[in-house]
T-cell receptor, first 110, second 114 residues
Framework: EDQVTQSPEALRLQEGESSSLNCSYT??????LFWYRQDPGKGPEFLFT???AGEEKEKERLKATLTKKESFLHITAPKPEDSATYLC???????????FGKGTTLSVSS | DSGVTQTPKHLITATGQRVTLRCSPR?????VYWYQQSLDQGLQFLIH???????AKGNILERFSAQQFPDLHSELNLSSLELGDSALYFC?????????????FGSGTRLTVV
């Protein structure tokens, strides 16, 4: 069964304190791993797509990496405005629907 | 504004009732996906429509149904509502069912069943 597990469930950081979020997955025939950001009461906002092991994508303070079994979202020198829930999702080879993990809720305090 | 419009934003209804949630996809997008988000289950895929045709079903209950109209807007119908149906319902759209750019999500409809 396809599965996406994110850890930790919640993470509290001080402003400037870098860290990483983990997304481990089990899927038959990965056709893309996606990262989204979700603010309270809003819809998820697309961040990155990764296709193959070794690939990396960056956007401002965020950097996503992919291996054959997991993906990491590295947050460098976070700011309070980075506080949100970060969702990881995968697409199977044969289907089109994204399978989401439950997310990591990040809180950054100044 | 993501370009995906969902109405209403909030809905409060009683158990046993029926409601309809509406979604207008981003201009040019032919695919519409419906997801349910609850605190304990996370985002769960319900159903996918492409250009008016059903493409895939996920964990959608028999009490729920959906359709996509010729103008590409979509409606999700929830009937015989139960307390456990209380959740955020999101619609997302994309311009290709196999797009690698992910979906664009709407801001959701918060359904409360009392």
């Amino acid at each position: 069964e396809d599965q996406v597990t994110q850890s930790p469930e919640a993470l509290r950081l001080q402003e400037g304190e870098s860290s990483s979020l983990n997304c481990s997955y089990t899927v038959s025939g990965l056709r893309g791993l996606f990262w989204y950001r979700q603010d309270p009461g809003k819809g998820p906002e697309f961040l990155f797509t990764l296709y193959s092991a070794g690939e990396e994508k960056e956007k401002e303070r965020l950097k996503a990496t992919l291996t054959k079994k997991e993906s990491f979202l590295h947050i460098t020198a976070p700011k309070p405005e980075d506080s949100a829930t970060y969702l990881c999702a995968v697409r199977r080879q044969a289907g089109t629907a994204l399978i989401f993990g439950k997310g990591t809720t990040l809180s950054v305090s100044s | 504004d993501s370009g995906v419009t969902q109405t209403p934003k909030h809905l409060i209804t009683a158990t046993g009732q029926r409601v309809t949630l509406r979604c207008s996809p981003r201009s040019g997008d032919l695919s519409v996906y419906w997801y349910q988000q609850s605190l304990d289950q996370g985002l769960q895929f319900l159903i996918h429509y492409y250009n008016g045709e059903e493409r895939a079903k996920g964990n959608i209950l028999e009490r729920f149904s959906a359709q996509q109209f010729p103008d590409l807007h979509s409606e999700l119908n929830l009937s015989s509502l139960e307390l456990g149906d209380s959740a955020l319902y999101f619609c997302a759209s994309s311009n290709d069912p196999k797009t690698n750019y992910g979906y664009t999500f709407g801001s959701g409809t918060r359904l409360t069943v009392v």
